[in-house]
């Protein structure tokens, strides 16, 4: 199984994110993603936030991203 990796950097976070608490807002995200049907796992990774899913959900979770502003 392929998988792909997608970063969003902290400062790229919408306003409606706390940036203050990148590992809250990992949890957010990945469990919008997993109500979507995403096996996805979000970790805070210093500067960034790091969104590891398998390739085959991409069009998915690229969806479901765009829908909460982050992509």
């Known amino acids: 199984m392929s998988t792909t990796t997608i970063r969003i950097d902290h400062d790229a976070l919408p306003d ?10 990992a949890e957010v995200i990945e469990a919008a993603l997993r109500e979507d049907g995403i096996a996805a796992e979000v970790s805070d990774v210093i500067s960034h936030l790091k969104i590891e899913l398998p390739t085959a959900q991409l069009a998915t979770a690229s969806a479901s991203l765009a829908g909460m502003g982050l992509i």
């Open 16 to 25: 409606q994110f706390d940036r203050s608490r990148p590992d809250a807002v």
